[in-house]
């Protein structure tokens, strides 16, 4: 473990942000209590939220940074599923958050180890025609880290067998912001399940709706 606890002032801005993302996934009623956890990009390793800790009472200080060898501070408990966090963001570079919810209909669906098809457009949100569910495996496991990198495979978001969702971005705001949204299409799922089943977009389609998402979604002025 590494042994230096204090960190610079300037990821002062970086650990408030992460907080505010974990009480916006409460407030918007995608995660409750203690579960869940949320990651950034730090230098050359992750901040992540630690484990036991309500969103509500965590301060700056108490986010946990794991260096790129997997090594924290002594005496600080990162959250049980770093593992995957960890993986996520070394696999795949240019992403730089990951949120992880139990949100409602997202985990019903993960239950029934399904993916999430092409029954409305913005599946292409999370970059390709389906949402997929990586197989189950225990939490906080190299193996379920595993499976989760393969799920996300050419896409940002994946459900996780009887468990819920990972949703990734550029940044905290995008990863929220799709978190939210694959929230909503797992809703629409499992209420269209209940009247016949979805109607399902076709491969050409969601190859149209894909080209035209390339940028959709929050994005920062850039200069």
Known sequence: ????????????????????????????????????????????????????????????????????????????????????????????????????????????????????????????AAGGNSIRCAPYATFGTETLSRLAVAALRDRTACLLANHGMIATGTDLERALWLTEEVELLARQYVLSLQIGGPQLLDDAEMDRVLEKFRHYGPQRDRD
Request: hydrophobic share 40%; glycine share 8%; aromatic share 6%.
């Open 1 to 124: 473990m590494i042994a230096n606890p204090d960190y610079p002032a300037d990821q002062t801005a970086l650990r408030e942000a992460v907080i505010h993302t974990g009480m916006e996934t409460n407030r918007r009623r995608l995660n409750q209590g203690t579960s869940g956890n949320i990651s950034v990009r730090c230098g050359e390793g992750m901040l992540i939220t630690p484990s036991g800790i309500a969103y509500e009472a965590l301060q700056p200080d108490d986010l946990v940074y794991i260096d790129a060898d997997g090594q924290w501070v002594p005496g600080r408990k990162p959250s049980s599923e770093w593992h995957f966090h960890r993986a996520i963001l070394q696999a795949r570079p240019e992403l730089g958050a990951v949120v992880h919810v139990h949100s409602v209909h997202a985990s019903v669906v993960a239950i029934q180890g399904r993916d999430i098809p092409a029954l409305h457009y913005m599946i292409a």
